[in-house]
């Protein structure tokens, strides 16, 4: 069974701070992984997305990292600032069109 | 702006009842993805619609049932209520083979 997992639930930190956020995933067999933001009451933002084959992907101050063989991922903040208050989601795709989610991130960046 | 579109935003319906979902999604976007978020949870996989067919569903009763139409737009269904229905319901679009998915805002459900 797969199961897609967040650690921390929630997470605050002072601006400025360099943060990461963690996923971690049962079933390394994934075809690719997306980092997600979702403010209150909006839907999802897709952040960045990482194909099995590689090991990170950058957007600006963002860096996700991917470790099929132990079943992780990272996603690095630098810089923080109250803009990035949010949550954020990771999901996995397996078998080209089953997403499977963690339950989320809950960021404070305070000013 | 995803140009994905969801009505309505908010819903109020009682047990038992049934409520049709409506998402509209961008120009050329072949596949949607229907998706439950109960609170302080990540979303699940209902299931997903490619040209018009049925391509997946995730572990959810027959009860709940969708539509995709030629036009790009598309439903999701659910019949017999229940109070653990109650969740924000998202559709995403993508085209076939990119698997970036673009999600709209979401149709908050509440079942009394």
């Known amino acids: 069974k797969q199961e897609v997992t967040q650690i921390p639930a929630a997470l605050s930190v002072p601006e400025g701070e360099n943060l990461v956020l963690n996923c971690s995933f049962t079933?390394?067999?994934?075809?690719?992984l997306q980092w997600f933001r979702q403010d209150p009451g909006k839907g999802l933002t897709s952040l960045l997305l990482?194909?099995?084959?590689?090991r990170e992907q950058t957007s600006g101050r963002l860096n996700a990292s991917l470790d099929k063989s132990s079943g992780r991922s990272t996603l690095y903040i630098a810089a923080s600032q109250p803009g990035d208050s949010a949550t954020y989601l990771c999901?996995?795709?397996?078998?080209?069109?089953?997403?499977?989610f963690g339950s989320g991130t809950k960021l404070n960046v305070k000013p | 702006e995803t140009g994905v579109t969801q009505s309505p935003t908010h819903l109020i319906k009682t047990r038992g009842q049934q409520v049709t979902l409506r998402c509209s999604s961008q120009s050329g976007h072949n596949t949607v993805s229907w998706y439950q978020q109960a609170l302080g949870q990540g979303p699940q996989f209902i299931f997903q619609?490619?040209?018009?067919?049925?391509?997946g569903r995730g572990n959810f009763p027959p009860r709940f049932s969708g539509l995709q139409f030629p036009n790009y737009s598309s439903e999701l269904n659910v019949n017999a209520l229940e109070l653990d229905d109650s969740a924000l319901y998202l559709c995403a679009s993508e085209i076939a083979g990119k698997n970036i998915q673009y999600f709209g805002a979401g149709t908050r459900l509440s079942v009394l």
């Open positions: 079933d390394s067999a994934i075809y690719n």
């Open positions: 990482i194909q099995s084959s590689q």
């Open positions: 619609y490619y040209r018009e067919e049925e391509n």
């Open positions: 999901a996995v795709l397996y078998n080209f069109n089953k997403f499977y």
